[in-house]
């Protein structure tokens, strides 16, 4: 390969969010938050070497140039053509969805759900004021699908004025397909629901991904999708996402909410980093799918052959593996600490994710083979000692 996704990095006292916890844990690798343990691409850090050579880190501003590198990608890796004044910059997708949930609903309302979900979900919702309403993903076959008949209950009631949906799905890992998409579209558009689409992990993904306003302009105009270069380029400490929003009014009405949030510049190595990222890292792109993909591989067949009281879901896209560890017969702390004190993985725990999460564990394993292996059969060694 041309890049390098073997070495197993020691990022302590670094100011790491989930490495600073594993200092806690000497003997733990951590699988928890969603950032990957491989460098990124080496374009990406010379763009950035090249930048702060020059000694200048002043106030900027998403330009054309920034924008039409987006556009570009989107056309090229999605099929979707964006025009560059429908890009909108915030300080990250979670700080895009907790505008959005201040621009589109009001304290007491609603927004639409589908737990087990990315849990900064529901705390944009509860932290501003309004209510979650839950439309819980269904098991069916190893995999989840979505509650349909549900989905247009919630959305009937007046009070649920918007939906937060995750696509790719964290942390279930599906990829929706252009049926589900346009079935929740046409659910949404039906019931003047507006819909905020998270496709953070769009370039992450082992079957095809739909990007949902790119399927019809109707849906476009009721949509916001929140895309950003941190999960595909590990660079999600420059805290910049590019949130685009093709319909005029709906994007007015977030940028008005945005400027009332207090932000006005992106970060400024965010801009170098960007335009390096989406013209130059492709390969990069595919290289990392490709381990990603193998590290899935790897860890079904290992629970397949040593590890059949443990559950993994199926995985068509993130990089994120959901584990249904509730056949091992502890309660989520039991499990969590039996994790991280006995077999040396820190995860993320399940109910982290809604109640649905329950007796399940989140493990990002964007980390080389080595380190997962080793995960692995210290796991397996650790149980059969208990079973």
């Given at each position: 390969?041309?890049?390098?996704?073997?070495?197993?990095?020691?990022?302590?006292?670094?100011?790491?969010?989930?490495?600073?916890?594993?200092?806690?844990?000497?003997?733990?690798?951590?699988?928890?938050?969603?950032?990957?343990?491989?460098?990124?691409?080496?374009?990406?850090?010379?763009?950035?070497?090249?930048?702060?050579?020059?000694?200048?880190?002043?106030?900027?501003?998403?330009?054309?140039?920034?924008?039409?590198?987006?556009?570009?990608?989107?056309?090229?890796?999605?099929?979707?053509?964006?025009?560059?004044?429908?890009?909108?910059?915030?300080?990250?997708?979670?700080?895009?969805?907790?505008?959005?949930?201040?621009?589109?609903?009001?304290?007491?309302?609603?927004?639409?759900?589908?737990?087990?979900?990315?849990?900064?979900?529901?705390?944009?919702?509860?932290?501003?004021?309004?209510?979650?309403?839950?439309?819980?993903?269904?098991?069916?076959?190893?995999?989840?699908?979505?509650?349909?008949?549900?989905?247009?209950?919630?959305?009937?009631?007046?009070?649920?004025?918007?939906?937060?949906?995750?696509?790719?799905?964290?942390?279930?890992?599906?990829?929706?397909?252009?049926?589900?998409?346009?079935?929740?579209?046409?659910?949404?558009?039906?019931?003047?629901?507006?819909?905020?689409?998270?496709?953070?992990?769009?370039?992450?993904?082992r079957t095809p991904h739909t990007c949902l306003p790119a399927i019809s302009k109707?849906?476009?105009?009721?949509?916001?999708?929140?895309?950003?270069?941190?999960?595909?380029?590990?660079?999600?400490?420059?805290?910049?996402?590019?949130?685009?929003?093709?319909?005029?009014?709906?994007?007015?009405?977030?940028?008005?909410?945005?400027?009332?949030?207090?932000?006005?510049?992106?970060?400024?190595?965010?801009?170098?980093?960007?335009?390096?990222?989406?013209?130059?890292?492709?390969?990069?792109?595919?290289?990392?799918?490709?381990?990603?993909?193998?590290?899935?591989?790897?860890?079904?067949?290992?629970?397949?052959?040593?590890?059949?009281?443990?559950?993994?879901?199926?995985?068509?896209?993130?990089?994120?593996?959901w584990l249904d560890m509730s056949a091992l017969g502890m309660n989520d702390e039991e499990l969590e600490q039996f994790l991280i004190n006995k077999c040396g993985i820190?995860?993320?725990?399940?109910?982290?994710?809604?109640?649905?999460?329950?007796?399940?564990?989140?493990?990002?394993?964007?980390?080389?083979?080595?380190?997962?292996?080793?995960?692995?059969?210290?796991?397996?060694?650790?149980?059969?000692?208990?079973?």
């Amino acid at each position: 390969m041309k890049y390098d996704f073997n070495t197993i990095p020691n990022r302590q006292n670094s100011g790491s969010l989930k490495w600073d916890f594993q200092s806690e844990h000497k003997n733990a690798f951590p699988f928890s938050v969603a950032d990957m343990e491989w460098k990124t691409a080496p374009q990406i850090i010379e763009a950035m070497k090249d930048f702060a050579s020059s000694g200048y880190f002043c106030y900027t501003v998403a330009d054309d140039a920034y924008k039409t590198v987006i556009k570009e990608f989107m056309l090229r890796r999605h099929n979707w053509q964006i025009e560059n004044e429908w890009i909108v910059c915030t300080g990250g997708v979670v700080a895009a969805i907790n505008t959005a949930v201040r621009a589109f609903t009001k304290i007491g309302e609603g927004v639409i759900i589908q737990p087990p979900v990315y849990y900064p979900f529901s705390n944009a919702i509860n932290n501003n004021g309004r209510k979650i309403a839950a439309n819980p993903l269904i098991k069916k076959d190893n995999t989840y699908v979505m509650d349909f008949d549900g989905l247009e209950r919630l959305a009937a009631k007046e009070e649920n004025k918007l939906m937060l949906l995750c696509s790719p799905h964290n942390p279930v890992g599906r990829v929706w397909t252009k049926d589900e998409l346009e079935r929740v579209a046409d659910i949404c558009l039906q019931n003047n629901v507006v819909l905020v689409s998270d496709e953070i992990h769009f370039d992450i993904t082992r079957t095809p991904h739909t990007c949902l306003p790119a399927i019809s302009k109707e849906y476009a105009d009721n949509c916001v999708v929140c895309t950003a270069v941190s999960k595909t380029f590990n660079i999600a400490g420059l805290g910049t996402s590019n949130i685009i929003i093709p319909n005029h009014s709906v994007r007015n009405v977030f940028e008005k909410q945005l400027a009332a949030d207090g932000y006005t510049c992106i970060n400024c190595c965010s801009r170098p980093a960007t335009i390096a990222a989406y013209t130059q890292c492709d390969d990069w792109i595919d290289e990392m799918n490709e381990c990603v993909n193998k590290n899935f591989e790897l860890l079904g067949h290992f629970c397949k052959e040593n590890l059949p009281q443990i559950r993994l879901y199926n995985r068509e896209g993130t990089y994120l593996a959901w584990l249904d560890m509730s056949a091992l017969g502890m309660n989520d702390e039991e499990l969590e600490q039996f994790l991280i004190n006995k077999c040396g993985i820190i995860p993320d725990p399940g109910y982290w994710f809604g109640d649905e999460g329950k007796g399940f564990m989140r493990l990002d394993i964007a980390v080389p083979e080595n380190a997962l292996m080793q995960a692995l059969q210290t796991l397996h060694t650790e149980l059969s000692k208990i079973q």
